[in-house]
T-cell receptor, first 114, second 115 residues
Framework: AQSVAQPEDQVNVAEGNPLTVKCTYSVSGNPYLFWYVQYPNRGLQFLLKYITGDNLVKGSYGFEAEFNKSQTSFHLKKPSALVSDSALYFCAVSFYSSASKIIFGSGTRLSIRP | ETGVTQSPTHLIKTRGQQVTLRCSSQSGHNTVSWYQQALGQGPQFIFQYYREEENGRGNFPPRFSGLQFPNYSSELNVNALELDDSALYLC??????????????FGAGSRLTVL
């Protein structure tokens, strides 16, 4: 079965430090990979996606993610965290062969302390 | 450009009742998807509509149904409500041809509580 795993329910980082939010996937074929962020009482907002090409993808608000096919991972990173980055982050995967369906992970709550 | 708008934002129903949730897609977007997000979980795909036709469905029973209108707005209908239907229902739109590479634009959601 196709699945996306976010192994950490919560990640705590001090402001100014680098952050990593982990995502691994278990799918057949070549997936498209996404990160979305959800702020309180808001819908999800797109951060970045990997379709093909360069394994390092840069997105909004200084975030980036690295696609690692051998480890089936797509970890979200930022060199220097801001308090305003505190939110709920979702990794997601979709497929060319089933364009209508996106599978989301369970989410990781990122908390940045001043 | 306007984003995705959903109504109502909150509602409370009792078991066995029916509910209709509404969604206006972002200007220029012709594909609408619906997701259910239970507390503490990621969004679960319900179904997608493209040009007024259902274009894919997740693992939800037939009492979850939908419509898309010529202006690309959409409705989600849930019949015979159960307690487990309590969740945030998210609508998302995307432009152009249906593709797994499309970025979704989400609304803020409709929070349904079933008592």
């Amino acid at each position: 079965a196709q699945s996306v795993a976010q192994p950490e329910d919560q990640v705590n980082v001090a402001e100014g430090n680098p952050l990593t939010v982990k995502c691994t996937y278990s799918v057949s074929g070549n997936p498209y990979l996404f990160w979305y962020v959800q702020y309180p009482n808001r819908g999800l907002q797109f951060l970045l996606k990997y379709i093909t090409g360069d394994n390092l993808v840069k997105g909004s608000y200084g975030f980036e993610a690295e696609f690692n096919k051998s480890q089936t991972s797509f970890h979200l990173k930022k060199p220097s965290a801001l308090v305003s980055d505190s939110a709920l982050y979702f990794c997601a995967v979709s497929f060319y062969s089933s364009a209508s369906k996106i599978i989301f992970g369970s989410g990781t709550r990122l908390s940045i302390r001043p | 450009e306007t984003g995705v708008t959903q109504s109502p934002t909150h509602l409370i129903k009792t078991r066995g009742q029916q509910v209709t949730l509404r969604c206006s897609s972002q200007s220029g977007h012709n594909t609408v998807s619906w997701y259910q997000q239970a507390l503490g979980q990621g969004p679960q795909f319900i179904f997608q509509y493209y040009r007024e036709e259902e274009n894919g469905r997740g693992n939800f029973p037939p009492r979850f149904s939908g419509l898309q209108f010529p202006n690309y707005s959409s409705e989600l209908n849930v019949n015979a409500l159960e307690l487990d239907d309590s969740a945030l229902y998210l609508c998302a739109s995307s432009p152009g041809q249906v593709s797994g590479a499309n970025v979704l634009t989400f609304g803020a959601g409709s929070r349904l509580t079933v008592l």
